[in-house]
């Protein structure tokens, strides 16, 4: 089980470097678990360890916005260079927070699906619900954007210098344990690329959206007996988010 990382950064401490993103999304989605999102709102500090994600790989990946050169206004984001963010809404109802990778007119991006809330808890259960635990704040990629109040005013951002959302590395000592593979969650019909395992996840983590599916249909169990949950449950489409 990872542990809780409360410490604040040592002054100075510089944001994630972008080299680390400069590289497909399939090799950044799993670098980025650890590492911490940041959100600097109206003088409160909200922080987030990343403990899940996906990869969408651009204009091949037939569950990819970008899909066969795809390029709109909603999505010219994707476009930009390593280390932009791309929101998009979704549904009419919640927000998806993506990193995007590789480099400039590459158009892949990597959904972070979950983080573990670090600080300003309190903060993110006012823009939740009132009561909310901990593991209910930021568990789903709709989850989070709500919590952490992103919205697509934030589309378009830079991640990797210090402003109003950005990246920082995982904080010293920090381990998430085992990290799993799956394949993504809440896809349509896009065929062959369903049964990627292109999300990652920190397998023993209360703060994940859903646990690792053992076969098609089921979701593992966790945080007590097994049960079956819907895709759309851990907040967000978590479909073709990127």
Not at 53 to 82: C, I, K, Q, V, W
Not at 106 to 115: E, F, H, K, T, Y
Not at 201 to 213: P, T
């Amino acid at each position: 089980m990872p542990t809780r990382e409360r410490r604040r950064d040592a002054p100075g401490a510089d944001p994630l470097a972008r080299r680390v993103l400069e590289e497909s999304a399939d090799r950044v989605a799993p670098r980025l678990i650890g590492c911490r999102l940041v959100r600097e709102l109206e003088g409160v500090r909200l922080v987030g360890v990343i403990v899940e994600t996906e990869a969408y790989l651009g204009e091949r990946d037939r569950a990819a916005h970008a899909f066969g050169g795809r390029r709109t206004p909603r999505n010219e984001s994707m476009y930009g260079p390593a280390g932009t963010a791309y929101v998009y809404f979704t549904y009419g109802m919640h927000h998806c927070f993506n990193v995007v990778c590789a480099g400039v007119g590459i158009p892949q991006a990597v959904l972070v699906r979950a983080v573990m809330p670090a600080e300003g808890l309190e903060a993110m259960r006012a823009r939740r619900f009132r009561g909310a635990a901990d593991r209910a704040l930021c568990s789903g990629p709709g989850k989070l954007c709500q919590a952490m109040a992103i919205d697509r005013a934030l589309d378009g951002a830079d991640l990797c210098v210090r402003g109003p959302v950005y990246l920082m590395p995982p904080a010293p000592g920090w381990t998430p344990g085992r990290v799993a593979r799956d394949r993504r969650i809440g896809l349509g019909d896009v065929g062959a690329w369903g049964t990627r395992r292109l999300r990652w996840l920190v397998a023993a983590s209360e703060f994940v959206s859903v646990g690792v599916r053992r076969r098609p249909g089921e979701i593992a169990k966790r945080n007590g007996p097994a049960r079956r949950r819907r895709a759309c449950d851990a907040g967000g489409d978590g479909g073709p988010d990127a």
